[in-house]
């Protein structure tokens, strides 16, 4: 990662592109202390710049480092990530966020608002022709239904 940003740095990238690189970070290692720190760098440098997608990026990195160690967190990160997509920001996150927004409801026993979230990513992957969204959104609905049956 050091060097990752040492090359930012060098060729002088913008403030965006590092909060990119340290979620990614918290994206491939959910749930270790290391993740929940850079996801949480992440926001606070999305924060800063100010731009709305990078702030996506930014708070799907909290989602997905906080999933298992803190869910009501990585439920209201998840949250905002779809908002700040819903206000106009870029969707490139949108199908692996709900997926995980799904999951997390499901978790709490919430099948309404886990099975919206599931149809949200269904539709997305139709209307985007999107491979690995529909693969995401067939994964998901397996374990949201695991989940839910779990309650009954």
Known sequence: MAEGHAALDAIGAPGLAHTHLVAFEAIYFPGSPTAREAAEVALAN???VGNPTNLAVAFFAVACANQDSDPDRALAAAEENLAVIGSGAGDGSFYVTASLAAVLYARRADAPASLAALGDV???ARDNAHPGATLMAISTGVEV???LARFE
């Open 145 to 147: 239904m695991a989940e």
């Open 122 to 124: 269904a539709r997305w």
């Open 46 to 48: 999305a924060r800063q």
